[in-house]
């Protein structure tokens, strides 16, 4: 199936460890994001890689580091994890110059405890 | 006052029933527009462009009024599966791929 892909789909943890999401995406899109949904739903852009580019770096804590191996995937590493950020965060992709339509994966659930 | 600002609702409103949602944005450059469904626990899913000239898909009909900064979704003929949150999306600059996104409204069609 043609999709973006996101592992692991939740993720529990306590605070201060070091965690990685991996986002994949095999719609040959060569823009990928990852997006914050806290808990009052609120969906916020993190980052944005084009072809493996950094794009947008929002205000997050540089403890939050993206990377992108090729334009297919992008993957989030957080260090010191703290209690809030316990989110839902959500990979997604889109092609450039086609309208900027972004396509989601299924987001990772994560919890600190 | 926020970029992109949604009704949070609930709309309730009965099968058969005629629903239409607004959305507000600040930045008068933006140039893309969209409407994302969200069902509880799952990700948004791309609805709906919103082109400058209306556009209508089966039941939803999507507007953009650039001169007042809003757009528009209306459903006709609500079914309950259509019962879910409705995310509008905004592209402020029209030059990098950021979309700013509201906080949703949400409706829940009922029997």
């Known amino acids: 199936d043609t999709a973006v892909s996101q592992t692991p789909k939740y993720l529990v943890t306590q605070m201060g460890n070091d965690k990685s999401i991996k986002c994949e995406q095999n719609?040959?899109?060569?823009?990928m994001y990852w997006y914050k949904q806290d808990s009052k739903k609120f969906l916020k852009i993190m980052f944005s890689?084009?072809?493996?580019?950094?794009?947008i770096n929002e205000t997050v804590p540089n403890r939050f580091s993206p990377k992108s191996p090729d334009k297919a995937h992008l993957n989030l590493h957080i260090n010191s994890l703290e209690l809030g950020d316990s989110a839902v965060y959500f990979c997604?992709?889109?092609?450039?110059?086609?309208?900027?339509?972004?396509?989601f994966g299924p987001g990772t659930r994560l919890t600190v405890t | 006052r926020k970029e992109v600002e949604q009704d949070p609702g609930p709309f309730n409103v009965p099968e058969g029933a005629t629903v239409a949602f607004n959305c507000t944005y600040s930045?008068?450059?933006?140039?893309?527009f969209f409407w994302y469904r969200q069902d509880c626990r799952k990700e948004p899913k791309l609805l709906m462009s919103?082109?400058?000239s209306g556009n209508e898909d089966g039941r939803f009909t999507a507007q953009l009024n650039r001169a007042s900064q809003y757009i528009s979704l209306l459903i006709r003929d609500s079914k309950l599966s259509d019962s879910a949150t409705y995310l509008c999306?905004?592209?402020?600059?029209?030059?990098?791929?950021?979309?700013?996104f509201g906080t949703g409204t949400r409706l829940q069609v009922t029997l």
């Open positions: 997604a992709s889109s092609q450039r110059g086609q309208g900027y339509e972004q396509y």
């Open positions: 719609l040959g899109h060569d823009t």
């Open positions: 890689y084009n072809n493996k580019e950094l794009i």
């Open positions: 930045n008068s450059a933006s140039q893309s």
């Open positions: 919103v082109y400058s």
């Open positions: 999306a905004v592209n402020p600059t029209g030059t990098a791929s950021k979309l700013t």
